[in-house]
């Protein structure tokens, strides 16, 4: 939600009035939904959808020279496979601009960025970076629209990150067989963790009947029963602009920012429906109580006295932000 602030200082304004944005009005196909000012923290917000396909774009007007960018879908796994998770790896291994072997990693080395990350949540998957440089600023837009809208998705790659079966020794045909992968390795060092299993326990037994209720980062145990087909149909079922938000931040001007996404990405696809809706969690007639084990904390002096409790309550809907700063308070 944007909250329209309003003024009457004469001050400097540290950010560009748009000349070219009117509400209502069409640019790049674009329709621009919503601008709202905001003098008290000097920037200026504008909201606009793609007529097209649908996605939604952000875009933060401020005298800043850190240019942000990020891209991001909602992703709402049904299983602990680590689906989402897996397929942020992978997308970043070669796409159809730039078929090369993780051209993100060779970003890493070769760009001007501040900032460059890619991160999976329970229900979202975000692509962002930062720079103070307009070309690299374009070059990595190029890169990472690439990469999440035109990947390869090669079995190797998915091999690579997601999970595979190797010989403990690979030099040696006689070693046992034994699970590994990028995010297998990953999650089976996170999840070793009591802390992470605590928090996990906390909200897949407090919010149960959909995706809240699974480990989108995946559960080692389950990680192996993903497949390269299940990879790439979540990849066609979710990374669509239908479903996608795009963010933009800094003094580069919006305009520029469209034309490049319409031209390069939006313009190839048309708007579908994605079935990618969260319900609310049922609410229950009487409070639940369970048990978790977990390993002992190494550090502790008392092996015997690590019991955590925790009582969770299930509030209103995120989406609420009066609610959110109420509960803050508490």
Request: charged content about 30%.
């Given at each position: 939600m944007l909250k329209l602030f309003s003024s009457t200082s004469t001050s400097t304004r540290l950010y560009r009035l748009y000349s070219t944005l009117t509400l209502g009005g069409h640019i790049h196909g674009y329709k621009v939904e919503k601008i709202v000012e905001c003098p008290e923290l000097s920037f200026q917000a504008t909201e606009l959808t793609h007529v097209q396909t649908g996605a939604k774009h952000l875009h933060v007007n401020r005298s800043d020279s850190n240019n942000a960018f990020a891209v991001s879908f909602r992703t709402t796994p049904m299983d602990s496979t680590g689906v989402p998770h897996i397929l942020e790896h992978t997308t970043l291994c070669g796409?159809?601009?730039?078929?090369?072997?993780d051209p993100f990693f060779k970003m890493l080395n070769r760009s001007l960025s501040t900032f460059m990350n890619a991160f999976t949540s329970s229900d979202s998957t975000v692509y962002p970076f930062s720079t103070q440089n307009k070309t690299d600023y374009y070059n990595l837009l190029g890169v990472y629209t690439d990469a999440v809208f035109f990947p390869l998705l090669r079995d190797n790659d998915f091999r690579q990150e997601g999970w595979r079966l190797e010989y403990e020794n690979n030099r040696d045909n006689s070693s046992k067989i034994i699970f590994k992968g990028v995010v297998f390795n990953?999650?089976?060092?996170?999840?070793?963790?009591?802390?992470?299993?605590f928090m996990m326990a906390q909200q897949t037994l407090l919010l149960p009947n959909h995706t809240y209720g699974h480990n989108s980062g995946g559960d080692p145990l389950v990680i192996?029963?993903?497949?390269w087909r299940a990879l790439k149909q979540f990849h066609s079922t979710y990374y669509h602009p239908s479903n996608s938000v795009f963010y933009t931040y800094g003094d580069?001007?919006?305009?520029?920012?469209?034309e490049v996404i319409n031209k390069e990405v939006l313009s190839k696809f048309d708007r579908i429906d994605v079935k990618s809706d969260i319900p609310l969690q049922d609410r229950w007639d009487n409070a639940r109580r369970n048990v978790i084990q977990s390993p002992p904390d190494p550090m502790s002096p008392d092996p015997a006295k690590q019991t955590v409790v925790a009582d969770n309550y299930l509030l209103g809907p995120s989406t609420d932000i009066l609610n959110q700063r109420l509960v803050a308070v508490l």
């Open positions: 796409s159809q601009r730039y078929p090369c072997r990953e999650m089976k060092g996170v999840m070793a963790g009591r802390d992470e299993l192996p029963q993903l497949s580069i001007p919006v305009e520029e920012h469209l």
